[in-house]
């Protein structure tokens, strides 16, 4: 314990739906809503069946928590998932329930993830508050969500180093590919600058 908070190494994930605000504007109010919760409730089921404690949702956005020895492991699998339920679910769902869905149905999204020792303390006032991130980590990830490099998950070098080869690699026609491409440069966040790596991996539940 710490100033009454909790120390714990974690792994954060961020989810983002992109371009929100131009399918709200875009889109009747209704028709923008229901695209936007589903993407919400498809995201927030996966994070949590891999193990992802949901700590915050900000209009499209979702955070997740893992912990744990396999916590990175957990928040990319969810994340290659997740780019797996827009593609082969929430896409067609679009495009097939709306007359016009051919005209809005590729909808984006980004993950940012990164890891690291975070201090969990509560705030807010009596019988409304909630616990609160702080550390780099945390940040890092909500910032990589942001990223608009042509990839759907984003991560750090610090998470690319402990996963395991299956999240990678894939066979390709008998060839082995690289999941992962590093950003030609180094992304500055705080103040510091962190190697990331960006991937389209997409990998059912």
Known sequence: MKNGGRLIEATYAYAD????????????KETAAKIIRA??????????????????????????????????????RAAFAINWAVIEVIRPAIKSNWSDGEDFCNIGHRVGIDTGESLIVRGGARNNNDLISVGGAPNIAAKLSDLKQGHTTYVTDR????????????????????CWSKLYSRVEIGGTLNTVYGSNTYWGI
């Open 159 to 178: 998470v690319i180093g402990e996963l395991t080869e299956d999240l990678l690699y894939y066979d390709s026609n008998g060839y082995r590919q690289n």
């Open 39 to 76: 993407f919400v409730n498809s995201t927030t089921r996966i994070l949590r069946n891999f193990g992802g404690e949901i700590r915050s949702f900000d209009g499209d956005r979702v955070m997740a928590i893992f912990i744990g020895e396999d916590k990175n492991w957990n928040a990319v």
């Open 17 to 28: 739906l992109a371009d929100s605000s131009k399918i709200a504007q875009s889109l009747y």
